[in-house]
């Protein structure tokens, strides 16, 4: 997001001197606030998706981490279902 904003603001230059169209501009500003509105949608999935489990477990979750190599992962049985 930090880049396309600093993409923004150096197209914003551009314009204003005359070396690109406001289009130009106007493309940048849909990308950035693209962005800003792709980083409101993940952080309101984890909430739910956090509160999905809280639910589920009956205890709100605080810290979340990855499973690891501890983890065994068991093939299915009948491994098809032929």
């Given at each position: 997001?930090?880049?396309?904003s600093?993409?923004?603001?150096?197209?914003?230059?551009?314009?204003?001197?005359?070396?690109i169209?406001?289009?130009?501009?106007?493309?940048?500003?849909?990308?950035?606030?693209?962005?800003?509105?792709?980083?409101?949608?993940?952080?309101?999935?984890?909430?739910?998706?956090?509160?999905f489990?809280?639910?589920?477990?009956?205890?709100?979750?605080?810290?979340?981490?990855?499973?690891?190599?501890?983890?065994?992962?068991?093939?299915?049985?009948?491994?098809?279902?032929?």
């Amino acid at each position: 997001r930090e880049s396309l904003s600093q993409q923004l603001e150096q197209a914003q230059r551009r314009f204003d001197v005359g070396l690109i169209a406001i289009t130009d501009v106007q493309e940048a500003r849909a990308g950035y606030d693209q962005s800003v509105a792709a980083v409101i949608a993940a952080e309101r999935a984890l909430s739910t998706s956090r509160e999905f489990l809280r639910e589920i477990i009956g205890d709100e979750v605080t810290d979340l981490r990855s499973p690891g190599e501890e983890l065994p992962l068991v093939a299915p049985s009948p491994s098809n279902i032929d």
